[in-house]
């Protein structure tokens, strides 16, 4: 029987209130317990006022009081790497002042530092692991109705904890949903009005998993390579239900490979043109599970855009990293893609721990090709995250480095400093590692923008450019020795206050310092 007092309340990292930022998996799981009869609510960061990117210790303060203030007997938190720092530091000084309030955490990055989490921060009691619909009731159930009982602690699948003698204890995992798996979707009416007033696209959960094994993802880690395709008819349903109850038109088919199973896309297919539904919608895919058919049927079902991860333009690369694609055939489905009017975002990764000068320029020239071609290109600096071959390889040679790419972004880093050096294993994604030629690629955005821009604005300088070794690691070692003082002045290496090179530049509107380095590099080749 549900009470006036709130059981659990989550907390989700919404910087802003706009749909892409909810969290998908805990609507679910707070909509499932409403259902069981729980009373559960969600605390977003903007629920605020001080921004924790302005004003980090003012946020700490009001958002822990607003959890305080609503007295709940749990606090769950959604977890991901790039705000792990900041779910520990606010589970901390909630146990501070409610030493009773119960602190469970759940999402990707705490399952794959579960153990770790446990050891070594007493302020989180609960890290739930796999799949929350399968865990939420029953350990609600636990925690608030039978927490005496330790013998029934054993009985939460995929709970980790510590024993009344200090011993870390994770349950055997729950079974993963299965294939072809239904959901409800009633959770719509838990999104502030806020959120939907500015709302023209919708993330839907259509599916779980990846059957493939990079070397630097976690994702695979996280599924166990369990890949899932939820039901056909379920997902249309709640497709048909946002179209109809908020006027929705543009999906995000959120899933890690949507195109693996042929059969059931072009089933989906055919039932969404079926439904008389005009929507547009993109997805996630993979060079070697999709074809031409698929592509052909999926334009005319309403997809508008598609993402490939690419990630090395080295057929070396590949192999290392456990890719593994054939570059020339995605050569060949990207442009049919474009092709077909479709826009394509590919990603690359450079600065792996195995990567040489070769490999390097077989990524950037790839890269700057499809750029040329028309793809929305996104290129990243490799960083190592727990939970993968590369951590267990390279976890012994990692430091703490805040001038690394991905650091740049995150929030906190300054004032949870100590937490994190103190704990480099639970935050290997904050880490850095030896390699010259990694610290040497810092440019590399700069680099392939100003390319584009010779590519569109400036026909002599880049031919120039195409005759010589064109967006190779020569061409970029010319690129960044003629343009250091463009180059410095947007990236200071000496302190942690880093203007981005890829804001300052994108935002370049006159072009003024594109010519100026297209100039400097066609003039010293």
């Not at 990207?334 to 721990?353: A, E, R």
Request: aromatic share 12%; net charge neutral; hydrophobic share 35%.
């Amino acid at each position: 029987m549900m009470c006036n007092s709130i059981d659990i309340t989550f907390v989700v990292p919404a910087f802003k209130p706009k749909m892409k930022e909810e969290s998908i998996g805990t609507l679910i799981l707070a909509k499932k317990l409403l259902l069981s009869g729980y009373n559960a609510d969600i605390v977003r960061y903007w629920n605020v006022k001080s921004s924790p990117k302005e004003d980090y210790d003012s946020f700490r303060r009001e958002l822990v009081s607003l959890i305080i203030n609503r007295d709940p007997k749990i606090v769950g938190f959604y977890c991901r790497c790039e705000e792990y720092h900041i779910c520990i530091d606010l589970a901390t000084r909630i146990k501070e002042l409610s030493p009773s309030t119960k602190i469970v955490f759940g999402g990707p990055q705490a399952e794959l530092v579960a153990k770790d989490t446990i050891r070594a921060f007493s302020s989180v009691d609960y890290v739930c692991c796999s799949e929350g619909e399968n865990t939420i009731v029953p350990l609600l159930r636990w925690i608030i109705k039978d927490n005496a009982d330790l013998t029934l602690v054993d009985q939460i699948p995929g709970l980790t904890y510590r024993t009344e003698i200090n011993e870390v204890v994770q349950n055997t995992f729950p079974k993963f949903l299965p294939d072809n798996y239904t959901r409800d979707f009633s959770y719509y009416d838990l999104i502030p009005s806020n959120v939907w007033v500015n709302t023209k696209s919708v993330a839907l959960d259509v599916g779980r998993g990846c059957p493939f094994s990079c070397t630097f993802c976690s994702t695979k880690t996280f599924w166990k390579q369990k890949f899932r395709l939820r039901n056909i008819t379920d997902i249309l349903n709640e497709v048909k239900y946002l179209v109809e109850n908020y006027g929705v038109k543009i999906f995000d088919f959120k899933h890690d490979l949507f195109t693996v199973n042929k059969k059931r896309i072009l089933q989906f297919c055919d039932g969404l043109q079926n439904t008389g539904l005009k929507i547009e919608w993109g997805c996630d895919s993979r060079i070697g599970v999709i074809d031409t058919e698929m592509i052909d049927r999926m334009v005319d079902s309403g997809m508008t855009n598609i993402f490939f991860g690419i990630e090395s333009g080295s057929d070396e690369m590949q192999k290392i990293i456990n890719k593994r694609l054939n570059l020339n055939e995605a050569d060949r489905i990207v442009k049919y893609c474009l092709n077909k009017g479709l826009k394509v975002t590919t990603s690359f990764i450079y600065g792996f721990p195995e990567e040489t000068d070769d490999t390097v320029s077989d990524t950037m020239k790839l890269a700057i090709r499809f750029q040329n071609y028309g793809c929305n290109v996104l290129t990243n600096m490799c960083h190592i995250t727990n939970g993968t071959e590369l951590y267990t390889k390279y976890k012994d040679v990692l430091y703490f480095s805040e001038n690394t790419s991905f650091n740049q972004c995150i929030i906190g880093l300054e004032q949870l400093n100590p937490l994190i050096l103190n704990n480099l294993h639970v935050f290997a994604n904050f880490c850095d590692y030896p390699s010259p030629l990694r610290q040497e690629l810092s440019y590399f955005d700069a680099f392939r923008y100003t390319l584009n821009y010779a590519y569109k604005n400036m026909p002599k300088e880049h031919l120039a450019l195409l005759k010589a070794d064109y967006a190779s690691i020569s061409m970029y070692r010319i690129f960044c020795n003629v343009n250091q003082s463009i180059l410095g002045s947007l990236i200071p290496t000496s302190d942690g206050n880093v203007t981005s090179t890829r804001k300052r530049l994108k935002h370049d509107t006159s072009g003024d310092l594109y010519k100026q380095m297209v100039i400097n590099i066609a003039d010293n080749i």
